[in-house]
């Protein structure tokens, strides 16, 4: 299994950004996929769920109806799209997979930095 983030980077407060995350080693249609953020001296905390079939989606209260989480259409691909960026939102992206059906198995990508600062 191997989860690689992108789509980082430094953006002014008010802007957008768009997070991707690339799976493979794993048959992607098959399982719900997250994304954690954890910013400086604070726990990890879970920003957005998709289901499987991309049909369910659940928000944390500090992102609904800011951010997006969708997945790909033709590729093993997951997507947060963030709208209206304020400095709280500043943290390390990381894209989480949940494996196996009985015994599960926790997998992290290595995390992509986002920083809303003007």
């Known amino acids: 299994v191997q989860l690689v983030e992108s789509g980082g980077g430094l953006v002014q407060p008010g802007g957008s950004l768009r997070l991707s995350c690339a799976a493979s080693?794993?048959?992607?249609?098959?399982?719900?996929m997250r994304w954690f953020r954890q910013a400086p001296r604070k726990e990890r905390e879970l920003v957005a769920r998709?289901?499987?079939?991309?049909?369910?989606?659940y928000y944390g209260d500090s992102v609904e109806g800011r951010f997006t989480i969708s997945r790909g259409t033709d590729k093993d691909t997951m997507f947060l799209q963030m709208n209206s960026l304020n400095p709280d939102d500043t943290a390390v992206y990381y894209c989480y997979l949940q494996y196996g059906l009985v015994y599960s198995t926790d997998y992290w990508g290595q995390g992509t930095q986002v920083t809303v600062s003007s």
């Open positions: 998709i289901s499987s079939s991309g049909t369910t989606t």
């Open positions: 080693g794993f048959a992607f249609s098959s399982y719900a």
